[in-house]
């Protein structure tokens, strides 16, 4: 089957730093990725949707200048937290679609966890 | 808006339990409607989907039947088994294909021998 992988699958950082976390579609090629955040005991939150070579569209309420996406290439979507801080703990999954199911299946990599300190 | 409810757990079941999960909907248009299954440290995979009213879906044992009516769609298994155990996402789409996910909070099942 389709398998998306995320990395890394947890990262502690220090409050005012950066992080950046990949999304990598193993073996199709992914026009579509979204990004999602889950707090806990809550549902996942989609931030937004990506398409290979333009800008990503951001969910109403995200800021776009601190979730900095990119989808450059067919089978790899980047996440960078900018300038983190301790309310942008959470867990963070990307999904990819691509066309290789009839209604454009999306398949979920395992997550990643962030914790900033 | 376009919402899911799910029962919250964690729920726990012996083995051989019948399983059920609720899950209920707002949907502004005609949504399809799935079930995800998340295994411990794996991402979400598609369990089972139905897209129109009285569809019933169905994979490994586990139904849910889309009921236009009551906007359920409940998640059953006659008899579950401790590879069972996982968090369960009931989601909807109103988009032609499943491009705007819309997800319950999830639902963590635990099978105990």
């Known amino acids: 089957g389709a398998v998306v992988s995320q990395h890394p699958s947890w990262v502690i950082c220090k409050s005012g730093t950066s992080v950046k976390i990949e999304c990598r579609s193993l073996?199709?090629?992914?026009?579509?990725m979204f990004w999602y955040r889950q707090f806990p005991k809550q549902s996942l939150m989609l931030m937004a949707t990506s398409n290979e070579g333009s800008k990503a569209t951001y969910e109403q309420g995200v800021e776009k200048d601190k979730f900095l996406i990119n989808h450059a290439s067919l089978t790899l979507s980047t996440l960078t937290v900018t300038s983190a801080h301790p309310e942008d703990s959470s867990f963070y999954i990307c999904?990819?679609?691509?066309?290789?199911?009839?209604?454009?299946?999306?398949?979920f990599g395992p997550g990643t966890r962030l914790t900033v300190l | 808006g376009n919402s899911v409810t799910q029962m919250e757990g964690p729920v726990t079941l012996s083995e051989e339990a019948f399983l059920t999960i609720n899950c209920t909907y707002t949907?502004?248009?005609?949504?399809?409607l799935f079930w995800y299954v998340q295994y411990p440290g794996e991402g979400l995979q598609l369990l089972l989907k139905a897209t129109k009213a009285d569809d019933k879906g169905s994979n490994k044992g586990f139904e849910a039947t889309y009921r236009k009516e009551t906007t359920s769609f409940h998640l059953e298994k006659g008899s579950v088994q401790v590879s069972d155990s996982a968090v369960y996402f009931c989601a909807l789409s109103v988009l032609t294909g499943a491009n705007n996910l819309f997800f319950g909070t999830g639902t963590r099942l635990t099978v105990i021998p």
């Open positions: 073996d199709f090629q992914a026009t579509t």
């Open positions: 999904s990819a679609s691509g066309g290789i199911s009839s209604y454009n299946e999306q398949f």
């Open positions: 949907a502004t248009g005609y949504p399809s």
